[in-house]
T-cell receptor
C-alpha cells in the first residue's frame, strides 16, 4: 500500500519563475492538503482540496494555486517566485469520510529560490 | 497570534532519560490534537487525541489531552538516540468546511548517548 508520494524531491528556481509540485495521496484517501514549512518552523496550512475544489485557504497570496484531479492527485503551483518561498512543501492526505482526522504526510519537495 | 504553542523549543537529554513535551492551544471549535515526529522530511503520525483524560500509548511514547486547560503532553520514557527528532503538535478545528491542521513550531529533541 503506497503512502503519500510527492515529486520532485528537490527543485531549484530563480526569482520570478513559476513552479509546479505534485502529490499522489495514500490509497483510499480523497482529500489533499498542502503545507509550507520554512526552516525552523512548523508546517503552515496553504489549502485543502477535495472533490476537485479548493475548500479552504490559509494565509497565502493568490500566487499559490492548486488543482485536484479526478484520481485525487493534486498539484501546487506557485507563480512569480520570491526568495521567501524557499521551503519544504508538504502534501498530506486523509479520507473525507473515513471517520478520522489523521492526515498522512508525504516526503515533501524542497524548493530553493535563488 | 499563535494558536498552538509548544515548549520547550529545544531540549537536550541523555539516553535513558524521560522527557515531557508540552503543547498548549487556543482555538474555537476544537476537534482534535495530533502529534507528529519529524526526522528528515515527512512528519510521521504518532497520536490523535480527541477526548480529555484518555491516555494514548505506543511503546515508550504516551500522550494525554486536557480540554479544560487546553493542553497536551507527550511523554517519552527510556529515551534512545533514535528518538532524536522534531516533535510537532497540531490542532484541527474546522474552518469553512476544510480541515487544515494548525501546527506549533515544534520541539527539537536531541538525545545524547
Amino acid at each position: 500500500d503506497a503512502g503519500v508520494t510527492q515529486s520532485p524531491t528537490h527543485l531549484i528556481k530563480t526569482r520570478g519563475q513559476q513552479v509546479t509540485l505534485r502529490c499522489s495521496p495514500k490509497s483510499g484517501h480523497d482529500t489533499v492538503s498542502w503545507y509550507q514549512q520554512a526552516l525552523g518552523q512548523g508546517p503552515q496550512f496553504i489549502f485543502q482540496y477535495y472533490e476537485e475544489e479548493e475548500r479552504q485557504r490559509g494565509n497565502f497570496p493568490d500566487r499559490f494555486s492548486g488543482h485536484q484531479f479526478p484520481n485525487y492527485s493534486s498539484e501546487l503551483n506557485v507563480n512569480a517566485l520570491l526568495l521567501g518561498d524557499s521551503a519544504l512543501y508538504l502534501c498530506a492526505s486523509s479520507p473525507r469520510r473515513g471517520g478520522t482526522d489523521t492526515q498522512y504526510f508525504g516526503p515533501g519537495t524542497r524548493l530553493t529560490v535563488l | 497570534e499563535d494558536k498552538v504553542v509548544q515548549s520547550p523549543l529545544s531540549l537536550v537529554v541523555h539516553e535513558g532519560d524521560t522527557v515531557t513535551l508540552n503543547c498548549s492551544y487556543e482555538v474555537t471549535n476544537f476537534r482534535s490534537l495530533l502529534w507528529y515526529k519529524q526526522e528528515k522530511k515527512a512528519p510521521t503520525f504518532l497520536f490523535m487525541l480527541t477526548s480529555s483524560g484518555i491516555e494514548k500509548k505506543s511503546g515508550r511514547l504516551s500522550s494525554i489531552l486536557d480540554k479544560k486547560e487546553l493542553f497536551s503532553i507527550l511523554n517519552i520514557t527510556a529515551t534512545q538516540t533514535g528518538d532524536s527528532a522534531i516533535y510537532l503538535c497540531a490542532v484541527l478545528y474546522p474552518r469553512g468546511g476544510a480541515d487544515g491542521l494548525t501546527f506549533g513550531k515544534g520541539t527539537h529533541l536531541i538525545i545524547q548517548p
